[in-house]
């Protein structure tokens, strides 16, 4: 191709936005900033599927030169993109940015990719049990392989920094790119035109385009300015007291830190020594099996994380405790922009049922309550709820939520804390016999702590796989080595976490001679026909 077509070759642009993320906005921006400038251009949208289950695409054309240097002459337009001929792909979302890679969209000869590295989870991956994300360093990689040129960036963090969306900080990273031949002060113009949100959106603008710039500068590829800038707002770790600092390996340290400040803040002083006292004697078996920690303390590391959720386990005492924080009416703030002076109103809804509300009663009043429940869900009835709608924002209803979080004296003595207790120390057997009959199997069964999680049903589901696997194949079943054994409890570990209806699970479990989980009875509800109107 000749110079001077290459000159006349419009300048192709994509841009891709999450729904509510001012896809459209941007596009309108940069097809007035080429008018401004005296250059032809079109734009054209792409419906899509609003929110994380898809996107809105726009797609521009801008002609590099302006109409008067074309003279009678005017550019022929196209109305969709071509793959392999973009030369901007700008994306909201580091995912997103990834599958129009996949797309075949991108060129590495030829695109520019401006990106945010910011994530917002696709339902795929919210399903799994296990960790289902996404691993940003392959996303990242993806990006700098394909792309000519890429800037990468959280500007999601810099948008909320500057109180603006992220379309003007995208706009910013465009302009700074110098892909269109439009000055810095022709893009702010139009962004003064617009006469809505004009400051905020200038501070997010200037703040994103100083940053490319200066990654143009010093010929950076992927740009972490802002993403170190939201790892220094994050809380900081909390430090292991000295004492235990001494008593466990420093491989062991961090996560036994954490475990034991959340213990402190879920309950009390006691219960963070139980966890201690616990976890000393997973510590004591590792070292039985391997004094010189060849494997990094792992049992002990991979039981102080599961350990401490499990430990922290979800009731209403926890959750009333959590919903009325200072920090989370700041957090609110913060995420719907309001400005200072202005009321947010915010309401929270619960229904707790008979388990929630049993859970702080002694067994001996439980039990009475939870066959009562049961035999309402056996004649067919619906499960025994209050629904509740409490204004968090008005004294009276953090009043309630206060009170509810003082109970905490009272989870001791509920009957669900008793329950936890149990199964906790029937899941610590299995890892301490197993670690001394081999550290694999130990450290298999410690990493079936993963499998609690969430609440409700969930957390139930978890629990009764957990439990199944400990009854029969670290125990029951019958293998000839506890190598065999370690690897049946990893194969049923990773289809538990891999399908949530457990079908996977109970092909494992077969197969490795342990019977299926059995079938709970499920009730029938019948409901009476309406009368035709």
């Known amino acids: ?27 309108q921006w940069l097809f007035e900033t080429a008018l401004h400038c005296g250059h032809s251009a079109q734009s054209t949208s792409i419906p899509g599927v609003a929110q994380r289950t898809g996107a809105t695409t726009y797609y521009l054309e801008i002609h590099p030169r302006p109409d008067a240097e074309l003279g009678a002459r ?34 590495p000869e030829r695109t520019t990719v401006i990106s945010s590295s910011s994530r917002v989870l696709t339902v795929a991956e919210k399903m799994q049990l296990g960790d289902g994300r996404a691993s940003t360093d392959q996303l990242l990689a993806m990006v700098q392989r394909y792309s000519r040129e890429a800037r990468v960036f959280d500007m999601a963090a810099m948008a909320q920094q500057s109180g603006t969306v992220i379309s003007a900080v995208l706009l910013g990273a465009v302009a700074a790119s110098g892909l269109l ?42 740009l972490q300015a802002a993403q170190a800038a939201a790892a220094s707002r994050a809380p900081a770790q909390a430090a292991l007291p000295a004492e235990l600092a001494l008593r466990f390996p420093a491989a062991t340290h961090e996560m036994i830190a954490a475990g034991h ?17 616990r976890l000393g004697r997973v510590l004591q078996a590792e070292r039985s099996i391997d004094p010189q920690g060849a494997h990094g303390w792992a049992i002990t590391r991979e039981t102080a994380r599961y350990l401490a959720l499990w430990m922290a386990f ?53 039990r009475p309550l939870l066959r009562w429940d049961r035999r309402r869900i056996a004649a067919g009835k619906e499960p025994f709820a209050l629904a509740l709608k409490i204004g968090t924002h008005t004294f009276g209803g953090v009043l309630a939520l206060r009170a509810l979080a003082s109970l905490k004296g009272l989870r001791r003595r509920g009957s669900r804390f008793a329950l936890e207790q149990s199964l906790i120390e029937r899941w610590l057997a299995g890892v301490e016999q197993g670690t001394r009959a081999l550290w694999r199997l130990g450290y298999e069964i410690a990493e079936c702590g993963r499998l609690i ?24 079943a019958s293998f000839d080595t506890p190598e065999q054994r370690a690897a049946a409890i990893h194969a049923a570990r990773v289809a538990a976490l891999a399908d949530d ?33």
């Open 314 to 366: 979800d009731d209403i005492v926890r959750v009333a405790d959590l919903k009325c924080r200072a920090s989370r009416f700041e957090r609110v703030r913060r995420e719907v922009q309001a400005a200072d002076g202005e009321l947010v109103y915010l309401y929270d809804h619960f229904k707790p049922g008979v388990p929630e509300l049993a859970a702080l009663l002694p067994q001996g009043l439980a």
């Open 74 to 107: 005017r550019p022929v337009f196209s109305l969709y993109p071509v793959p392999g001929a973009l030369d901007l792909l700008v994306s909201s979302e580091l995912l997103e940015t990834v599958r129009q890679i996949g797309l075949g969209m991108v060129s």
């Open 453 to 476: 999680k969430g609440y409700g049903s969930t957390n139930e589901r978890g629990k009764d796989n957990l439990l199944h696997m400990l009854d029969h194949l670290a125990t029951t």
């Open 1 to 27: 191709m000749s110079p001077t077509s290459r000159a006349d070759r419009p300048v192709t642009v994509l841009i891709c936005a999450l729904g509510g993320e001012g896809g459209g906005v941007l596009s």
């Open 501 to 533: 209806a457990g079908k996977a699970l109970d092909q494992a479990l077969v197969r490795h001679g342990a019977p299926p989980r059995p079938l709970k009875p499920q009730p029938i509800r019948w409901y009476k026909r309406r009368p035709a109107s």
């Open 181 to 222: 031949p439009f000055t810095r002060d022709a893009y702010e113009a139009v962004i003064r035109a617009s006469g809505k949100g004009v400051q905020a959106s200038l501070r997010g603008f200037g703040q994103a385009y100083d940053t490319v710039a200066s990654a143009r500068v010093q010929q950076a590829v992927v």
């Open 261 to 277: 400040a959340r213990m402190l803040e879920y309950q009390d002083a006691a219960y963070a020594a139980l966890y201690i006292e």
